[in-house]
């Protein structure tokens, strides 16, 4: 088989599998993935120490998968066609957050994935990676042609605006590489001017000011005060900057049934959700991207939404 033909193949299969998705990047050090050094530098990570570990592999893919010559990305479409409510009475759950974990749902098709990659070509070794290695996903995205970073620094495509989960593998055989897509954004700054803490600047964004970062990974702190107001009842994560972009206007819902909301999630009252116990807390997000922030962080959200925002 000749190398267009298995590259060819492994796209089919990427798509087969139920990804949205797909391109191909050659595994080398990616100029733009040096950007990350000035963010840890200035500290725009905050307290996400794990973001400092293993930086010479999201620098450096070979240094991660020695054998690696080729990065196979793809992405799964999470868009429902539900708002969320306005009512002040419920708490805001990122629409990433409404039905299952995405981890579990593409690490399984990930393996499943590799493996057919190995029907096709017995020498075909890999390692598949959804946020579960240090690999710079949207970087990798953008090399493998699957859209482009956003002002809001999220990847961000045509055919399905940003509501995309990332993942890929990196494989041990050279194939045929797509290329990089322009940049999309324009004039536009809709999420900048949007974002209620000033978190974003063109490309960047500091985590210390972002809801989606302190509702989600700052961990066992208060938040500080100057972001009560600006929750505007953002319990878990915030997708202030997605809603308001014009490429999301076009988002198609997806295939995936395990990302439709439970209805309980989608829109949660926050009385219900302050009066969970840390049992009934593991319970009702076990399965769901919610339980990332831990019981205690979780309710500490809900109370300074309650205490506003009722
Ligand atoms: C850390 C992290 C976070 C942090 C930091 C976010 C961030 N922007 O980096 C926090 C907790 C805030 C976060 C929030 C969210 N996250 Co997150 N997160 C990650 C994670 C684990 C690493 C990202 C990373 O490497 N950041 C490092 C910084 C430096 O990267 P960056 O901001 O993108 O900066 C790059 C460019 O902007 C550019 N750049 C930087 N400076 C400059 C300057 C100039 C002049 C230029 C031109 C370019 C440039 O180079 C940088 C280097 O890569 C990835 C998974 C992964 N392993 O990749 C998921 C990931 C990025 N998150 C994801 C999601 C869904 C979200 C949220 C939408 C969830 C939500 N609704 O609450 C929000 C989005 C907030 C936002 N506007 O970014 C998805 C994004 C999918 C997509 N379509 O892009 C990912 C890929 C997970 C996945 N596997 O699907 N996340
Ligand atoms: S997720 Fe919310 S707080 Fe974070 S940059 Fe986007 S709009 Fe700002
Ligand atoms: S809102 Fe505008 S500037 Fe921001 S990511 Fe979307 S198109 Fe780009």
Not at 126 to 154: M, R, S, Y
Request: hydrophobic fraction near 35%; aromatic fraction near 12%.
């Amino acid at each position: 088989m000749n190398i267009t033909e298995k590259t060819r193949r492994i796209k089919n299969l990427a798509l087969e599998a139920g990804f949205d998705k797909t391109g191909v990047a050659a595994a080398a050090v990616l100029p733009q993935a040096q950007y990350l050094k000035t963010w840890l530098a200035e500290g725009r990570h905050g307290e996400m120490q794990w973001m400092e570990n293993y930086l010479d592999k999201r620098l450096d893919i070979r240094k991660l998968y020695p054998q690696a010559r080729s990065v196979i990305m793809v992405a799964h479409n999470y868009f429902t066609p539900h708002q969320h409510s306005a009512d002040k009475s419920t708490g805001k759950i990122s629409r990433y957050a409404w039905g299952r974990d995405y981890h579990t749902i593409i690490k399984k098709k990930l393996k499943r994935l590799l493996q057919e990659f190995k029907e096709l070509d017995p020498k075909i070794e890999g390692q598949i990676f959804c946020d579960t290695a240090p690999v710079q996903e949207k970087l990798w995205a953008v090399q493998a042609g699957l859209g482009w970073q956003g002002k809001n620094t999220n990847l961000l495509t045509k055919g399905f605006g940003s509501w995309l989960f990332l993942g890929g593998i990196v494989i041990n055989q050279e194939l045929e590489y797509d290329d990089p897509l322009p940049d999309y954004c324009g004039n536009c700054t809709a999420c900048i001017d949007a974002c209620p803490t000033s978190a974003l600047k063109p490309y960047q964004l500091d985590a210390r000011r972002c809801l989606s970062y302190l509702t989600i990974e700052y961990w066992n702190k208060p938040i500080p005060s100057e972001f009560f107001s600006k929750m505007n009842n953002w319990v878990f994560g915030c997708d202030i900057c997605q809603d308001v972009c014009p490429w999301n206007r076009k988002a198609k819902p997806t295939a995936e049934p395990k990302y439709h909301p439970s209805p309980e999630n989608r829109a949660p009252k926050l009385q219900a959700l302050a009066e969970l116990d840390e049992a009934a807390f593991k319970k009702r997000f076990k399965k769901s991207p919610v339980f990332r922030a831990k019981f205690q962080n979780f309710l500490r959200n809900v109370k300074i939404i309650s205490g506003l925002g009722i």
